[in-house]
């Protein structure tokens, strides 16, 4: 199982989420992944945490901050791609897999397509920001800004065009061994194609690991110790 | 999107980076943590962690980096407390006064611990805060380097399992991470904030006059190394609920000596330096946007002893007062023209601050502030280079 980190982007900066609520500031993106290299991290997940729309001018600022990036890590890299131009921006920059999010929400099979032709089927990630309400699995539809519940989501668009889901729970970002394992419990994909991601601590990654999944990703307390990453690794 | 917190005085532009919310800041959100975390249950935590360092350690249990400020007094005070057996580390700036030395000297005799004071080469030193002034406005950064690895070098060492600071300024000032998160010491989080992401490297650049031999210490260690060795620092800023000004004002009783202070009301922290409320206080202005009473002023704010209002009025007081550059310029041996050309260009627009130090007309500040300022001391000497009547 991999062992990946998941990192904020906002106007260029670095930022932690705690809660789906609040935001702390982390600092320059550059630093952030430098150290997450040398701590041997598998993947970083650089996310831009856009809620109802976005402009391709607040892309393109990210974009150059990321283009600067040198790193050993792969990178995956979403929010905010929502059209064609928005994924011929990429091009240069170092990113190895895309994260979409509104447009498996939206079945926009167009612009996924487009994405499958440019970066190929296994870099095709689909993020579901996610949480248990009342016994109900709700998703988080970024470009309206609300949840939705999960009658209303297409699992098998999904599962056709998405290399790896990840299940992002909202509610326990930023805590310590809080993942809520019952987002998974009607999952249709299959373990090894789901990442989990908020609220990952030691106790997570162990029954992640039985469960087989294909990897795990650390928010916010993966800076919160040195070479944090060896430990989860042994967890 | 809001610029400025509407409860303290911070800035978004703030250097370690500030969310700004609908009412207040992640600094100010982060501080109101304090009354509801159950302080009992984290000294717990901090003894447990204890225990398991004390089974390790042969020698002494661990590291205290110090400057000789009444913040150091409390963290030893802390430490004895907890029973752990310390190793006082101090990096000689370069840049104390007498006052400095005196409180450095008593800390140790006062608390009776053993300490090692490391004095870095001070040409290569000199070169560096010359090199730092020039390049990135800011003399403290060789100092700053020397003081967030040098201990950490010696206990990697003597094997030597924890290191002890006072607060993470970070989480005090910003509210980078939740006291709920207990982040420790890292290569990173002294490369981001500590040192303002300029590490010795960046420092120096490709251009550098000095022998790399010579800043081993200015680097941080092998950090797979070290996570290797067992070695860890915490804060204890993230085990006891932290108030500043109400502790420091108690270290007196230790024989901590206050020095009086003209740009600002705080007489205990970074007491004893030459040029924290000077020249580096000027250079913090001319970067931030701000001098050192912001930061004071924004702690009391958030711990109710001052208004927002009150505050404002004060930091315009404070901002006015004269920093003496003259003292610094004679340590570094900048010359006359020296001199000028740095007031035509460096202190560009920040002429009417420099000049000479004079007694602050009565500045009032509230109460709840002034019955924790104990009676202070006037500088006698400053720039005393080493702490044993040597000068070079």
């Given at each position: 199982?991999?062992?990946?980190?998941?990192?904020?982007?906002?106007?260029?900066?670095?930022?932690?989420?705690?809660?789906?609520?609040?935001?702390?500031?982390?600092?320059?993106?550059?630093?952030?992944?430098?150290?997450?290299?040398?701590?041997?991290?598998?993947?970083?997940?650089?996310?831009?945490?856009?809620?109802?729309?976005?402009?391709?001018?607040?892309?393109?600022?990210?974009?150059?901050?990321?283009?600067?990036?040198?790193?050993?890590?792969?990178?995956?890299?979403?929010?905010?791609?929502?059209?064609?131009?928005?994924?011929?921006?990429?091009?240069?920059?170092?990113?190895?897999?895309?994260?979409?999010?509104?447009?498996?929400?939206?079945?926009?099979?167009?612009?996924?397509?487009?994405?499958?032709?440019?970066?190929?089927?296994?870099?095709?990630?689909?993020?579901?920001?996610?949480?248990?309400?009342?016994?109900?699995?709700?998703?988080?539809?970024?470009?309206?800004?609300?949840?939705?519940?999960?009658?209303?989501?297409?699992?098998?668009?999904?599962?056709?065009?998405?290399?790896?889901?990840?299940?992002?729970?909202?509610?326990?970002?930023?805590?310590?061994?809080?993942?809520?394992?019952?987002?998974?419990?009607?999952?249709?994909?299959?373990?090894?194609?789901?990442?989990?991601?908020?609220?990952?601590?030691?106790?997570?990654?162990?029954?992640?690991?039985?469960?087989?999944?294909?990897?795990?990703?650390?928010?916010?307390?993966?800076?919160?110790?040195?070479?944090?990453?060896?430990?989860?690794?042994?967890? | 999107?809001?610029?400025?917190?509407?409860?303290?005085?911070?800035?978004?532009?703030?250097?370690?980076?500030?969310?700004?919310?609908?009412?207040?800041?992640?600094?100010?959100?982060?501080?109101?943590?304090?009354?509801?975390?159950?302080?009992?249950?984290?000294?717990?935590?901090?003894?447990?962690?204890?225990?398991?360092?004390?089974?390790?350690?042969?020698?002494?249990?661990?590291?205290?980096?110090?400057?000789?400020?009444?913040?150091?007094?409390?963290?030893?005070?802390?430490?004895?407390?907890?029973?752990?057996?310390?190793?006082?580390?101090?990096?000689?700036?370069?840049?104390?006064?007498?006052?400095?030395?005196?409180?450095?000297?008593?800390?140790?005799?006062?608390?009776?611990?053993?300490?090692?004071?490391?004095?870095?080469?001070?040409?290569?030193?000199?070169?560096?805060?010359?090199?730092?002034?020039?390049?990135?406005?800011?003399?403290?950064l060789?100092?700053?380097s020397?003081?967030?690895s040098?201990?950490?070098?010696?206990?990697?060492?003597?094997?030597?399992?924890?290191?002890?600071?006072?607060?993470?300024?970070?989480?005090?000032?910003?509210?980078?991470?939740?006291?709920?998160?207990?982040?420790?010491?890292?290569k990173?989080?002294r490369k981001?904030?500590?040192l303002?992401n300029c590490d010795i490297d960046t420092l120096?650049?490709?251009?550098?006059?000095?022998?790399?031999?010579?800043?081993?210490?200015y680097q941080y260690?092998?950090?797979?190394?070290?996570?290797?060795?067992?070695?860890?620092?915490?804060?204890?800023?993230?085990?006891?609920?932290?108030?500043?000004?109400?502790?420091?004002?108690?270290?007196?009783?230790?024989?901590?000596?206050?020095?009086?202070?003209?740009?600002?009301?705080?007489?205990?922290?970074?007491?004893?330096?030459?040029?924290?409320?000077?020249?580096?206080?000027?250079?913090?202005?001319?970067?931030?946007?701000?001098?050192?009473?912001?930061?004071?002023?924004?702690?009391?704010?958030?711990?109710?002893?001052?208004?927002?209002?009150?505050?404002?009025?004060?930091?315009?007081?404070?901002?006015?007062?004269?920093?003496?550059?003259?003292?610094?310029?004679?340590?570094?041996?900048?010359?006359?023209?020296?001199?000028?050309?740095?007031?035509?260009?460096?202190?560009?627009?920040?002429?009417?601050?420099?000049?000479?130090?004079?007694?602050?007309?009565?500045?009032?500040?509230?109460?709840?502030?002034?019955?924790?300022?104990?009676?202070?001391?006037?500088?006698?000497?400053?720039?005393?280079?080493?702490?044993?009547?040597?000068?070079?």
């Open positions: 199982m991999r062992i990946g980190a998941t990192v904020l982007l906002i106007d260029g900066q670095c930022y932690q989420s705690y809660g789906w609520l609040k935001m702390r500031p982390l600092g320059c993106l550059e630093h952030v992944i430098e150290i997450l290299d040398e701590y041997q991290c598998d993947e970083i997940s650089i996310i831009r945490p856009v809620r109802y729309g976005d402009s391709l001018v607040s892309l393109a600022q990210d974009l150059a901050v990321l283009k600067n990036i040198n790193t050993m890590t792969p990178l995956s890299f979403g929010g905010g791609l929502r059209s064609k131009e928005s994924l011929q921006m990429l091009g240069d920059s170092p990113v190895e897999r895309l994260v979409f999010s509104s447009a498996f929400l939206n079945k926009d099979a167009t612009l996924i397509k487009h994405a499958v032709d440019l970066f190929g089927h296994q870099a095709i990630q689909c993020l579901l920001p996610c949480k248990m309400e009342d016994g109900r699995l709700m998703v988080y539809a970024c470009d309206k800004g609300e949840f939705i519940l999960s009658e209303n989501v297409d699992f098998d668009f999904i599962d056709k065009w998405a290399n790896e889901i990840i299940y992002h729970d909202v509610l326990n970002e930023g805590l310590n061994n809080a993942f809520d394992f019952t987002l998974l419990d009607n999952s249709i994909f299959h373990h090894s194609r789901i990442i989990i991601s908020g609220g990952i601590g030691h106790a997570n990654i162990k029954i992640a690991n039985e469960k087989l999944c294909a990897s795990v990703l650390i928010d916010n307390k993966v800076l919160h110790k040195e070479c944090s990453i060896k430990g989860y690794r042994n967890a | 999107m809001l610029k400025v917190c509407n409860k303290c005085l911070y800035e978004k532009s703030h250097p370690f980076g500030l969310s700004i919310y609908d009412k207040g800041c992640s600094g100010c959100d982060t501080h109101h943590e304090k009354y509801s975390i159950n302080w009992a249950a984290k000294r717990d935590e901090l003894e447990n962690e204890i225990k398991l360092v004390k089974a390790k350690s042969k020698g002494y249990d661990c590291v205290v980096p110090v400057v000789g400020d009444a913040e150091d007094y409390y963290v030893v005070s802390k430490v004895l407390e907890l029973g752990l057996n310390p190793l006082i580390v101090s990096v000689n700036d370069y840049f104390k006064n007498d006052i400095g030395w005196h409180n450095l000297h008593n800390l140790i005799t006062h608390f009776d611990v053993d300490s090692f004071v490391f004095n870095p080469n001070i040409n290569v030193y000199k070169d560096l805060v010359r090199t730092s002034l020039r390049k990135f406005d800011h003399i403290l060789p100092f700053l020397l003081h967030t040098f201990p950490v070098h010696v206990a990697k060492a003597r094997k030597i399992p924890l290191i002890i600071w006072g607060q993470n300024q970070a989480v005090e000032q910003v509210g980078k991470f939740s006291h709920y998160d207990k982040v420790e010491m890292s990173w989080g981001e904030h500590d303002f120096i650049g490709n251009g550098a006059q000095v022998d790399e031999r010579d800043l081993n210490y260690p092998n950090i797979d190394q070290l996570s290797s060795s067992g070695v860890k620092g915490v804060y204890l800023s993230n085990y006891f609920h932290w108030d500043p000004l109400y502790q420091n004002s108690n270290m007196t009783d230790f024989g901590f000596k206050p020095q009086k202070n003209t740009s600002s009301f705080d007489i205990y922290e970074r007491t004893g330096s030459s040029v924290y409320y000077e020249l580096h206080d000027l250079m913090k202005l001319k970067r931030t946007g701000y001098r050192k009473i912001r930061d004071h002023l924004v702690r009391e704010i958030r711990h109710g002893r001052i208004t927002r209002e009150e505050a404002t009025k004060l930091e315009s007081i404070y901002n006015q007062s004269k920093v003496d550059i003259s003292g610094f310029c004679r340590w570094l041996d900048v010359s006359d023209s020296g001199v000028k050309w740095l007031k035509l260009h460096k202190f560009k627009g920040l002429e009417n601050i420099i000049g000479t130090q004079t007694e602050c007309a009565d500045i009032k500040v509230p109460e709840a502030i002034s019955l924790l300022l104990k009676p202070s001391s006037n500088v006698e000497n400053k720039f005393v280079t080493f702490g044993k009547g040597v000068h070079i």
